[in-house]
């Protein structure tokens, strides 16, 4: 999964997709998380970088990881980075 070039990401954590005029604010880890996925950076390496960096278990990481994912797709901001077999 990656962020599509043509989100508006502010340093604040405004998110806004011009596509569909959507806007939406994360928070600082949220962020973190979109600023690597724009990197990217790979689902493990970023799960790795917030157990390295904040207190927090695995099963944590696993959990919230996969809803903010979930959250990202449903507001279509991310597309996949793997490409489909016909």
Known sequence: MKIKKNIALSDT?????PASGDSFSVNPIGLEIMKLLQENKSHEVIKKHLLETYSVDKDTIEKDFYDFAKMLEQFKVTESDEKKES
Do not use: L
């Not at 954590?13 to 997709?17: C, D, L, P, Q």
């Open 13 to 17: 954590g405004f998110v806004f997709n």
